[in-house]
Structure formats: C-alpha cells, structure tokens
C-alpha cells in the first residue's frame, strides 16, 4: 500500500505564487510517473502536470511557464511550484502517483487534495 500525504495549499492574492508538496510513503517496488491534477467546482479533474521518474515532464497546455513540477526519487516527493496564480486557479489540487508493486502489479494512489484559493 501506498500512501500521499499532500500540502502547501492555502489562500493566496492573484499574481502570487504557491509551492505545494506530496511525499509517497508505503511499501513499493518503484515509483512510476507521478503528478498533479486539479479539480475546480463544479469542473472534472485535469491533469496539471506530470513527471516520469527519468525526470520528463509534460504539462496543461494553459499552465505552461506558470507552473513547474519537480521530484527528488531519492525522497520519494513530488512538487509543484506555482507562479502568477489566477483566480481561475482555485481548485483542490491532487497528487497521483503510479507505482509498482512487490507482487509487480502496476497500481494507481490518489492523494487527499490540498485547497488551493486564489482571491482577485
């Protein structure tokens, strides 16, 4: 099993910039891709961003140059750095990590969100 504790969401003015952070904990094979998606009210999650354990990354084409996504394999942590933020950027932010497990099954874990506010 494997767990995502999130955090660093909270309030922040528009323009202003957000770091939040996801640790994997548990028992696993390998850590796969692991990412960041986004659910706003009323709207379907979204992916924001993405990186593979080779470090590639791929992100939201509308989030490009605003947002950076890191992860250190050593900590077993994913980030996301968040710049000029919108208030069409409030939303509960979500780790996603995929990974492997010692019966080398290949398995999904979400994390528990972190509230992300940006006021105008």
């Known amino acids: 099993q494997v767990q995502l504790v999130e955090s660093g969401g909270g309030l922040v003015q528009a323009g202003g910039s957000l770091r939040l952070s996801c640790a994997a904990s548990?028992?696993?094979?390998?850590?796969?891709?692991m990412g960041w998606y986004r659910q706003a009210p009323g709207s379907q999650r979204e992916l924001v961003a993405t990186v593979t354990s080779g470090g590639t990354t791929n992100y939201a084409d509308s989030l490009k140059g605003r947002f950076s996504i890191s992860r250190d394999n050593a900590k077993n942590t994913v980030s996301l750095q968040m710049n000029s933020l919108k208030p069409e950027d409030t939303a509960v932010y979500y780790c996603n990590a995929n990974y492997r497990s010692y019966s080398l099954r290949n398995l999904e874990v979400w994390g528990q969100g972190t509230l992300v506010t940006v006021s105008s």
């Open positions: 548990g028992r696993f094979f390998s850590l796969g891709t």
